[in-house]
């Protein structure tokens, strides 16, 4: 019977795509399906990429430049956000300038062309911050089988790997940050954006996941990391690999898993003593549970860093977050936040890991707590998100402020299509 279900209401979303607009509408319907249980995250990721692939279906001599493009689409995303952080420097220093500023969090323009047989390629542009968000050649030779092969974001991590667009908490957590965002000599840029070879894959019916990834070892972030050859300090590959589970019933799903990179040359302290020599290890373990209107999502982050702290001292930094969130109606949503990081004397500052905070001193250890609401006036494709953030750092490694703390509201309006 539920097989049944899910069968019809897959059928019904896919014959929305008819026309754009019924493309658009769908969004809701998937948030709805995802609530109530029938649909897992997972599951509605894999939908809307293929909503985008079968809408705007055009002929491929009037709009593509290749004789075998049977499907292309165009999509867009765009991130309005307001942030108001103000910093308190615990220790009578002078406080730094609060930040009180409207900005393009994203700007995202998607290309999507399905190719003869079972290739397609992706690309998405982010205007906002000049680079690439995604640029792949994609082989699904089954159904419950897919190649990419390119720039994307590997899967260690499970926050970071979940699509910007159904953040619930406005932005990624503190810990997500510290582990994924550029390396500046504290946070370590161990997962996220990768150029390599990926797979990822179901086993059936079973609910088993796995995926697995061979790509260069530095995190991309600007066109010239893109297009770099490298040299003789990252030419090594690095090796990502994960496994999971994820189960759905009328009125309950859930994902769990673990993952794990060994990323060769990319340990090290500082901003120029990395490179040759000093590894770095990741790994993550986390789940998501959604029952009727609840969802809980939580995830645990390891690394190890090869002379991560000085040239006599490896690092072992960890974090956690927590994240309960509830539907009050089908387009009100309540979010909370909690998450803690132990960097093990590496460091971080508040500016590490709380977008646009002022920073202030470096500590060993943070902790984040956010609360907010989400409006989905049209699911994700039009939704007005509004958050409390608090956060401090303490435990200073070097001489300044004993502990620091930043308080503020954060906005956003979202557009995507």
Known sequence: MFTLIRSLALAGLLCSTITLVHAQDSGALIMALVRKGILTDQEAEDIRAELLREAAVVPAPAFAGGKTTQRLSVGLRLQAQYAYLDTDLVGGLADPAATNHAFLRRVYFTLKAGLVGDWAAVMTYDFASGGYDEAILEWKPKPDVTFNFGLRKVSTAFEERSTSGNLRSLERSSVTRYFVESNNGRRLAAAGYRIGAFVDGRLGNSGFFYNAAITNPEKVDTFSGASSAGDATNNRPALWVGVGYGKTVPGFAWTTGVSAGQVP??????TTNFGRGHDLSLYSAFFEVTAERYTLMAEFLQAEVDRGVSATRDARPRGYFIQPSFFVNETLEVVARYASLNT???GVTLGDVIRSAPSGGTMNRSAEWYAGFNL?????????????VSAKTKDPLTGGPAEAKTAGVRSQLQIQF
């Not at 989905?376 to 409390?388: V, W």
């Open 376 to 388: 989905y006036l049209k699911g994700n494709d039009l939704k007005y998100q509004l958050g409390l």
């Open 265 to 270: 040359d990319q340990g090290g302290w500082g």
């Open 344 to 346: 093990d004397g590496r």
